[in-house]
């Protein structure tokens, strides 16, 4: 469908802006159809277009989303290489990939990046490393890194208490129960 409105656009004489391809993107790996979110990005580039950190968010989420977080995490390499700076939007999507895969490891790898570029952990960074912590059974550092929250002035929400309480209550059942 996405496809389609650039092809009619294109038939009235209207040029896509960066802006509509994003939305043109965005919309391909909202109906998983990564293969053609590909093509249109070759496509840009082909017009001499370069993405911009909006279109390298879309990305990282889509490829996310798609379970490829290590193709989310080249175009974070790329990104850097063409001088665009990853923001919360990049990092936090990074490390919440990472997390539902289990990857905690390189979720907080991502984190100390984010500190080491000067950004501050937000709320929703902590919820994805509480999620990851909870998915690989460590509700011990779930709940370290809860108190971690709240000593830097963070409020923890809904989701927060919600992830440990899941979490820990899976730790908590007896091997026979879990897969029921």
Same mark, same amino acid.
């Given at each position: 469908? =996405?496809?389609?409105?650039?092809? !009619?656009?294109?038939? %009235?004489?209207? @040029? *896509?802006?960066?802006? $509509? #391809? &994003?939305? +043109? /993107?965005?919309?391909?790996?909202?109906?998983?159809?990564?293969?053609? =979110?590909?093509?249109?990005?070759? !496509?840009?580039?082909? %017009?001499?277009? @370069? *993405?911009?950190?909006? $279109? #390298? &968010?879309? +990305? /990282?989420?889509?490829?996310?989303?798609?379970?490829?977080?290590?193709? =989310?995490?080249?175009?974070?390499? !790329?990104?850097?290489?063409?001088?665009?700076? *990853?923001?919360?939007?990049?990092? &936090?999507? +990074? /490390?919440?990939?990472?997390?539902?895969?289990?990857?905690?490891?390189? =979720?907080?790898?991502?984190?100390? !990046?984010?500190?080491?570029?000067?950004?501050? *952990?937000?709320?929703?960074?902590? &919820?994805? +490393?509480?999620?990851?912590?909870?998915?690989?059974?460590?509700?011990?550092?779930?709940?370290?890194?809860?108190?971690?929250?709240?000593?830097?002035?963070?409020?923890?929400?809904?989701?927060?208490?919600?992830?440990?309480?899941?979490?820990?209550?899976?730790?908590?059942?007896?091997?026979?129960?879990?897969?029921?």
């Amino acid at each position: 469908m =996405a496809s389609a409105y650039k092809d !009619e656009m294109l038939k %009235k004489g209207i @040029s *896509p802006t960066m802006s $509509t #391809y &994003n939305s +043109l /993107i965005h919309a391909l790996f909202m109906e998983q159809r990564t293969d053609e =979110a590909e093509c249109m990005i070759k !496509e840009i580039q082909e %017009k001499g277009i @370069s *993405p911009d950190a909006i $279109t #390298y &968010n879309i +990305l /990282i989420n889509g490829y996310c989303r798609c379970a490829n977080a290590k193709k =989310a995490f080249l175009l974070h390499d !790329e990104m850097l290489a063409s001088g665009i700076k *990853p923001d919360h939007i990049s990092f &936090n999507t +990074l /490390i919440s990939g990472y997390s539902r895969r289990g990857d905690i490891k390189d =979720a907080f790898r991502v984190r100390n !990046e984010m500190l080491d570029t000067g950004f501050n *952990p937000t709320v929703l960074t902590y &919820n994805a +490393l509480v999620q990851g912590l909870c998915k690989n059974q460590e509700g011990d550092l779930a709940e370290e890194l809860l108190k971690e929250m709240v000593s830097k002035g963070m409020t923890p929400d809904d989701t927060t208490y919600f992830t440990l309480i899941e979490g820990i209550a899976k730790v908590n059942i007896p091997d026979e129960n879990k897969n029921t």
